[in-house]
């Protein structure tokens, strides 16, 4: 009998040990300090690798960095592939020693692919005095990448807030191609911080969403835009909701994915329910995302009817790099001012690389929508 207590007391304590951790949700918060207006750069799948000319690519980083006159750097995925430890160390130090005043990084489906420890991203950027990332060990919400950035004002109030977001890297149930969605537990938890800045300030905080895989709505919002003919495009031609704006294009070359027919836009296996809580809940105004090298596409897109007046923003990343694919001339990052009162400017910042150095006219800047 005493064998048996003795057993059950194990089993209850290893049950215990791998329980979900309970924390807060301001333990998913970090703070940055921003009065009057904040110039955030996208930097999206940069693939520096083991074999990258690490000294070109963190000129060429720290150039963008300095002639878009950026507060704040969000890279949303697959900043290496094939990289070492030293690859990521020098990327690092490039952004600590660029004129950043912060930086935060999503992970996406290849910065866990190389010589190093599948964490050690993740410690790394956490010793940065720069960075912003929150990592909760244990915690209940999916992924490695979930968290929050409160833009607050010289009264300490946010009056802007970004999410961070884990897409995940490839479909869960395995039986096919395709990549991973947001899950469900992440939307709730997007939905309860959501929820705090709400009851904590007494209004909806507006926001932006960062994260590294495309939802099904990029797709449905290009069926939109090419309306005219869609079948030209695709053999599935529906387009639920509509689009008040867009501009750019896909140049990605087109797969199938079950349910959402021929798209070129290389999006999670099904539709997460993602798009759908971001409209219902009304604080954010736009996502941003990268994976697609080719692609810089971007609609203001709504579901609601009555939301056509106040659409969500889906917006790609320029490649910020050469390397891996990427389209000539369609490289650089989106450049995202945001300021006190809730007003948003999105815009492409075009830059090639320079063998010379760089000078401030080779900055293109391009207005994603009529403002």
Request: glycine share 10%; aromatic share 12%; charged share 25%.
């Amino acid at each position: 009998m005493k064998r048996n207590s003795l057993s059950l007391l194990f089993l209850m304590l290893l049950c215990a040990s791998c329980s979900p951790k309970q924390y807060a949700l301001d333990d998913y918060v970090s703070e940055f300090p921003a009065a009057g207006s904040v110039k955030i750069l996208q930097l999206a799948d940069m693939h520096w690798s083991w074999q990258s000319d690490l000294k070109r690519e963190s000129e060429y980083i720290d150039a963008l960095i300095s002639l878009t006159g950026a507060d704040l750097a969000i890279l949303t995925g697959d900043q290496v592939l094939g990289a070492t430890k030293q690859t990521y160390l020098a990327l690092f130090d490039a952004l600590d020693a660029s004129s950043l005043q912060g930086y935060a990084l999503a992970w996406g489906n290849h910065d866990e692919q190389g010589l190093y420890d599948p964490d050690f991203p993740t410690k790394e950027a956490l010793s940065r005095e720069k960075c912003l990332n929150k990592d909760l060990p244990g915690d209940a919400v999916y992924g490695d990448s979930n968290y929050v950035i409160d833009l607050v004002g010289e009264d300490g109030k946010p009056w802007y807030e970004l999410f961070v977001l884990d897409s995940n890297k490839l479909n869960p149930e395995g039986y096919s191609m395709g990549y991973d969605v947001i899950h469900e537990d992440q939307i709730d938890w997007y939905a309860r911080m959501v929820g705090r800045a709400k009851l904590e300030n007494g209004e909806t905080i507006p926001s932006l969403a960062f994260f590294h895989i495309g939802l099904w709505q990029w797709e449905y919002a290009y069926r939109l835009s090419r309306q005219a003919d869609p079948l030209a495009y695709s053999d599935d031609p529906a387009f639920p909701g509509g689009i008040r704006a867009y501009s750019g294009e896909m140049h990605e070359e087109s797969w199938e994915v079950p349910g959402l027919g021929e798209t070129q836009v290389y999006c999670g296996y099904r539709d997460s329910g993602f798009f759908q809580k971001a409209e219902e809940l009304g604080s954010t105004k736009a996502m941003f995302v990268g994976h697609d090298h080719k692609n810089d596409f971007a609609a203001e897109y709504y579901l609601d009817e009555s939301r056509a007046d106040d659409p969500i923003a889906l917006c790609y990343g320029l490649k910020s790099g050469d390397g891996l694919t990427y389209e000539p001339g369609h490289i650089g990052g989106n450049l995202i001012t945001v300021s006190e009162g809730g007003s948003l400017s999105l815009q492409r910042a075009f830059l090639d690389y320079q063998d010379d150095g760089y000078q401030p006219e080779d900055l293109r800047l391009e207005a994603m929508f009529n403002e």
